[in-house]
């Protein structure tokens, strides 16, 4: 069986394994970190990170900010994000799910700093 090639911008690749949403390449992603900006519509956010290499968990505004997308920033109530890395193109990413006006965004953004698995950084802007 032949492994189809490398897709920019797709978040899958031979079936369920993910590929580098920068690259495409389907070999060497990492999530390693997930935050939550919860909130009700249009209220103050509760940030909370949680490191998944070392299960560590920070939930207070000062010390967690999450990636936000372009389509809708902030949006008007919850936001989710995983970040990883990737080994063949050493980028790193944010996957986004932003709750905006009764629809869900799915964004991919890139992160310009890192790598995230050895700065372990809570802050994104």
Not at 37 to 51: G, I, K, L, S, W
Not at 61 to 69: C, F, I, L
């Amino acid at each position: 069986m032949t492994t189809p090639p490398p897709r920019p911008g797709m978040l899958t690749y031979s079936g369920e394994v993910m590929a580098c949403p920068l690259c495409g390449d389907g070999d060497g992603t990492h999530i390693e970190h997930a935050y939550v900006a919860a909130r009700r519509e249009d209220r103050e956010f509760t940030n909370v990170h949680v490191n998944g290499i070392t299960g560590e968990v920070a939930a207070t505004p000062e010390e967690v900010s999450v990636p936000t997308g372009g389509a809708v920033g902030e949006g008007r109530r919850q936001r989710l994000a995983l970040t990883g890395w990737c080994e063949m193109c050493g980028g790193e990413y944010a996957i986004v799910f932003t709750q905006h006006k009764g629809a869900t965004y799915m964004e991919t953004v890139q992160i310009n700093e890192g790598p995230i698995y050895r700065t372990g950084r809570t802050d994104w802007r």
